[in-house]
């Protein structure tokens, strides 16, 4: 398996879910910047703290190249900024980025971008889960996951729901 980089959202995301071993099963290991580990200790909304370092697979490691970082920083957050930067030095197999913005920096920078909603999507067609739509329910209402209508209705497309 190789290394990818999570930016924030989608770790947080299957934690809420309880679905953190998919980043273990599908990527054995998963880098995280310390921005985005810092961002999930210490989240800005009330979401609970979530603490990165009891989850199986996932380690962090600091971007060396800060000055990618900052010219990242002139679209992106700090915690997408790290983690596209860092993508970029370790030649990450994907960065796991949910927010469109994020995943159109991504790919113009040759990156593959992987959401959550997609690793729902792998995980019920190799067995992991038996549905998808209740779990995208549960991002919407239980940690305000923004997920548009169409999104909604081609992931459940995928998921053949």
Do not use: C, N
């Not at 990527?27 to 979530?50: H, K």
């Not at 490691?61 to 920083?73: G, K, T």
């Amino acid at each position: 398996m190789s290394v990818v980089v999570s930016d924030t959202s989608p770790v947080r995301a299957l934690d809420h879910l309880k679905l953190t071993s998919l980043l273990e099963r599908f990527y054995g290991e998963v880098l995280i910047p310390p921005s985005v580990a810092a961002e999930l200790r210490d989240p800005d909304s009330a979401l609970p703290m979530l603490d990165w370092a009891s989850i199986p697979g996932l380690r962090m490691q600091a971007p060396s190249d800060l000055a990618e970082v900052e010219a990242l920083l002139q679209v992106l957050d700090r915690g997408e900024s790290e983690a596209i930067a860092m993508a970029m030095e370790v030649d990450a197999a994907a960065a796991l980025v949910d927010e469109r913005e994020a995943r159109s920096v991504a790919i113009s920078l040759g990156l593959r971008p992987v959401g959550v909603l997609s690793m729902l999507v792998r995980a019920k067609e190799e067995g992991h889960l038996t549905a998808v739509k209740p779990l995208m329910d549960q991002l919407r209402t239980g940690i305000g996951f923004h997920i548009s209508p169409a999104l909604f209705a081609e992931v459940l497309r995928l998921a053949g729901e």
